[in-house]
């Protein structure tokens, strides 16, 4: 594929081929198509969220539109698009969103409700943010009564 510009992601009509110019931008594309990378999170196509997503806070650690990402954690109606955004969220978090970031993913973490694979993301997002090395939910099935370190997650509640 050649070299994709920001009129290419506002025109593209075929989701995948849109989907696979977004895999394929590097981070020297960051300045010039972040802004149209941006409004592809609100796009109608959850792949399309999800892999935008993706690309901006995860790959190239945006700050602009983060608070796009921390909304999607828990309001984005597709499970794996809130996956994501709970990688973007430990992705983009710094010192002083640090605290905020970790409220948030608890908080998913600890909701029954939630599916398995997301409660599992913002479980690894937290291991993330901690810099704990173990990923467990990737392993096999997510379970939380075994797969989590509740002492761990408790201590994280505490502060």
């Known amino acids: 594929m050649n070299h994709i510009t920001e009129a290419d992601l506002y025109s593209w009509n075929d989701p995948d081929e849109l989907l ?16 149209a990378v941006a409004a592809l999170l609100e796009h109608d196509d959850a ?5 935008a ?9 945006d700050q602009q539109w983060r608070d796009r990402a921390l909304a999607a954690v828990t309001s984005d109606e597709v499970p794996e ?11 983009t978090s710094t010192n002083v969103t640090r605290q905020d970031d970790t409220r948030l993913l608890l908080g998913v973490l600890e909701d029954e409700h939630a ?3 997301v ?9 993330i943010l901690n810099r704990k090395s173990d990923f467990p939910t ?7 009564q075994e797969d989590i370190d509740w002492h761990w997650v408790r201590s994280l509640n505490q502060n």
């Open 20 to 35: 696979q110019a977004l895999g394929q931008l590097g981070k020297d594309q960051k300045n010039e198509l972040r802004e």
């Open 47 to 51: 792949d399309i969220r999800e892999e």
């Open 53 to 61: 997503m993706r690309t901006l806070f995860v790959s190239w650690k």
């Open 81 to 91: 698009v809130r996956s994501t955004a709970a990688y973007a969220v430990a992705a």
């Open 115 to 117: 599916e398995l694979p």
């Open 119 to 127: 409660r599992a993301a913002a479980y690894d997002a937290l291991l």
């Open 138 to 144: 990737k392993k096999r099935k997510f379970n939380p």
